[in-house]
């Protein structure tokens, strides 16, 4: 069993073809919580770093697993360049289940964020050629039940990154709002975000407080409505993976 987080699809994709490489099931980690994974021998978490550490949803969603002891567990860590604690993380959450984890590797795709600093995530599809044969390593490790640890240990840089004075201004500066001017209410950003944060009402879509920076609803919505920093998002700009749609990423 597979389980992940994903904003834009890089995600999904590659816990996909993990999964067909493994001969495993993929499944959204929220949808995993009271789920029998008693008979599951090899159990797997994809993820991407989120300002130095995983979205914070996934190690409180992974706590509130029932997991066996004797599976196989490994992390797979989709980012723009480093891990940062992304995957201490969530090893020290299963740590305190008694669960040893058995592999952790990193694989860099486009940088979904990129788009909040005025770049453009596509520009980064070189990625997928250059670290393919990383990818391969990676499924055939994974297919095998590899042991071995990469970007496994603390980053005290990280630790830094993500103190709550210098998350909360990355976070503030890329914290999606919805232009009114521009939205529609069709409800698509509401339907991709991952975490339930967007509501409608009176046909216009509004933001909660429990984003985590996904930028999913930046990145899907039809409309250019959803922005970062008040700046306009320009479809050009928008990105998701190419081997995901947006009904993948509405679970349909």
Not at 50 to 64: E, F, H, T, W
Request: aromatic letters at 8%.
């Amino acid at each position: 069993m597979i389980l992940y987080f994903s904003g834009t699809g890089n995600s999904l994709a590659i816990a996909r073809l993990i999964a067909e490489r493994a001969g495993e099931q993929v499944t959204p980690l929220r949808e995993a919580i009271g789920a029998d994974l008693s008979d599951e021998k090899r159990i797997g978490f994809v993820y991407p770093c989120y300002n130095g550490d995983s979205p914070k949803i996934v190690p409180k969603l992974v706590a509130q697993l029932a997991l066996p002891m004797e599976a196989y567990y490994f992390i797979v860590i989709p980012c723009g360049a480093l891990t940062g604690n992304s995957i201490w993380t969530v090893k020290k959450v299963l740590k305190k289940k008694g669960i040893r984890l058995n592999y952790c590797n990193k694989i860099r795709v486009p940088d979904n964020s990129a788009l909040g600093f005025g770049r453009n995530p596509n520009d980064q599809l070189w990625k997928f050629q250059k670290y393919a044969s990383r990818l391969e390593q990676i499924k055939n490790d994974i297919a095998a039940n590899v042991n071995v640890h990469h970007w496994g240990s603390p980053d005290p840089l990280a630790a830094v990154q993500t103190l709550r004075v210098f998350d909360n201004a990355i976070f503030k500066a890329l914290r999606p709002k919805v232009n009114a001017e521009k939205c529609v209410g069709c409800g698509i950003c509401a339907k991709v975000c991952p975490v339930g944060n967007i509501s409608l009402t009176e046909n216009h879509a509004h933001c909660g407080n429990k984003c985590e920076s996904c930028l999913a609803c930046v990145h899907f919505c039809p409309h250019q409505a959803v922005e970062l920093g008040g700046k306009p998002t320009f479809k050009e700009r928008q990105y998701h993976h190419p081997e995901v749609e947006m009904k993948d990423m509405m679970g349909e």
